[in-house]
């Protein structure tokens, strides 16, 4: 019996995140779960310890850079690959950033359609994409 996948999915485009679930839930088998800002992020990521963790930028209470430091600096979760996503083009300065940062991936949204996005997070977790 294949080992379900937990991923968390850390935005707060409600029409978004639940394209999203849609895909990684049914056509994936994952196991999905939803955080609408990043102190509701910080708070599912130490409880449910997903395999990983897709995390906009732009989030209300707490940005994306401030969960990723602190997602980082948690020895429970600081293991857990992170794909920051942002909606605004990125500079390779700022990419470079994310990723020194501990981001396994820091990729536009526009960049990549649901399909595209479901592979890259299967190839990181395949350890084919880091």
């Known amino acids: 019996m294949a080992i379900i996948k937990k991923i968390l999915i850390v ?5 978004l995140s639940q394209m999203y679930k849609h895909i990684f839930d ?3 088998n994952f196991q999905t779960y939803v955080a609408v800002d990043g102190y509701d992020g910080l708070e599912k ?3 449910l310890l997903p395999q990983i963790i897709l995390l906009d930028i732009m989030l209300p ?3 994306g850079l401030d969960v990723l430091e602190k997602l980082k600096a ?4 600081k293991s857990i690959p992170v794909v920051v996503l942002t909606n605004i083009a990125k500079s390779p300065e700022e990419a470079q950033r ?3 940062m ?3 991936k820091y990729i536009t949204k526009s960049d990549y359609d649901p399909r595209q996005l479901t592979a890259l ?3 990181i977790l395949d350890g084919k994409g880091e």
């Open 11 to 15: 935005d707060d485009d409600p029409v």
């Open 26 to 28: 049914v056509e994936k």
């Open 45 to 47: 990521a130490k409880s």
């Open 61 to 63: 209470k707490i940005n």
């Open 74 to 77: 948690d020895p429970l979760t």
């Open 98 to 100: 994310v990723i020194s």
């Open 102 to 104: 501990g981001a396994a």
């Open 121 to 123: 997070v299967e190839e």
